[in-house]
């Protein structure tokens, strides 16, 4: 059903669980994977800390790739960024499920509700207002991110 599936990734269980159910799904699709480093909102940390969420980053994707390739799947990563302050992960996921183009986006969502809401904001939440294809929202299994 469908031939192009992409997969945001950001290291939470939730987002693992979205990476399951595209290798579950994707038998006969190609699926992208992406981990998105929002450049602007680790411009004030030092250095090394931002090296650190690349190498994160990077091996999130290759361990996502492993298990991918394992299950059978045909598999490509990226490790994007935002461009500018303005730019958010929302919108760089839309530009790449755009230029692929995605006939489905999987992405996990905390489940996150009320002031952490708020104060943390919603990647998926953002995504899917302005989606243009079909998105599948995976919630961690334990609750993981949810108030209270």
Not at 7 to 23: F, K, M, N, P, T
Not at 42 to 51: E, G, I, K
Not at 52 to 72: C, K, M, W
Not at 135 to 148: I, Q, T, Y
């Amino acid at each position: 059903m469908y031939r192009n599936i992409l997969v945001a990734l950001d290291g939470s269980e939730c987002s693992q669980r979205a990476l399951d159910e595209a290798i579950r799904i994707g038998a006969l699709a190609r699926v992208y994977i992406v981990f998105v480093i929002d450049v602007a909102a680790l411009s004030s940390f030092p250095a090394q800390y931002r090296v650190s969420v690349r190498e994160d980053g990077t091996r999130t994707l290759e361990t996502a790739q492993a298990r991918a390739i394992a299950a059978g799947i045909d598999c490509e990563t990226e490790l994007a960024e935002t461009r500018n302050v303005t730019d958010t992960i929302a919108k760089c996921l839309q530009r790449r499920a755009a230029h692929m183009p995605a006939d489905l986006v999987v992405m996990g969502t905390h489940g996150r509700t009320g002031l952490r809401r708020l104060a943390l904001g919603s990647v998926a939440e953002a995504f899917v207002r302005r989606s243009t294809c079909p998105v599948l929202l995976m919630r961690a299994s334990n609750g993981e991110g949810k108030d209270g």
